[in-house]
């Protein structure tokens, strides 16, 4: 006898829209990038999302694996530099199904 597939939809949690990133900021394709110039990118995507009332971004730092060393940079300095800022209410490592160890989701005041 044939194995059918189950048409059965995929549970969603309700709840799970609101919590999106409204916007992201991909630091890849950008060369090499000194910590002072993270801080700027940072700086600027903020200053962009609150502008446009936005209260909850993303930032895709990477893994590091193509860091020197093979150890991340940018995540473990934006992760200090962002929880230091005075516009940030709270910063976490992304969900898995948004990059998790190679993302940080900010929430915004």
Same mark, same amino acid.
């Given at each position: +006898? ?11 949690? $309700?709840? !799970?829209?609101?919590? @999106?990133?409204?916007?992201?900021? !991909? ?7 000194? +910590?002072?110039?993270?801080? $700027? ?6 200053? /962009?999302?609150?502008?446009? !009332? ?8 990477? $893994?590091?694996?193509?860091? /020197?060393?093979?150890?991340? @940079?940018? $995540? ?16 976490? /490592? ?10 940080? /989701?900010?929430?915004?005041?």
């Amino acid at each position: +006898m044939a194995k059918h597939k189950s048409s059965k939809k995929q549970k969603t949690n $309700k709840y !799970d829209n609101l919590s @999106k990133p409204e916007a992201e900021f !991909d630091f890849h394709g950008r060369g090499y990038l000194t +910590m002072p110039q993270v801080q $700027k990118l940072a700086d600027d995507f903020i200053q /962009e999302a609150l502008r446009r !009332d936005l209260t909850k971004i993303l930032f895709i730092t990477g $893994k590091g694996i193509h860091s /020197e060393g093979g150890m991340p @940079k940018i $995540k473990p300095f934006l992760r200090k530099y962002l929880q230091s800022h005075p516009r940030v209410l709270r910063v976490y /490592e992304g969900r898995r199904d948004r990059g998790g160890e190679g993302t940080l /989701e900010v929430v915004l005041d």
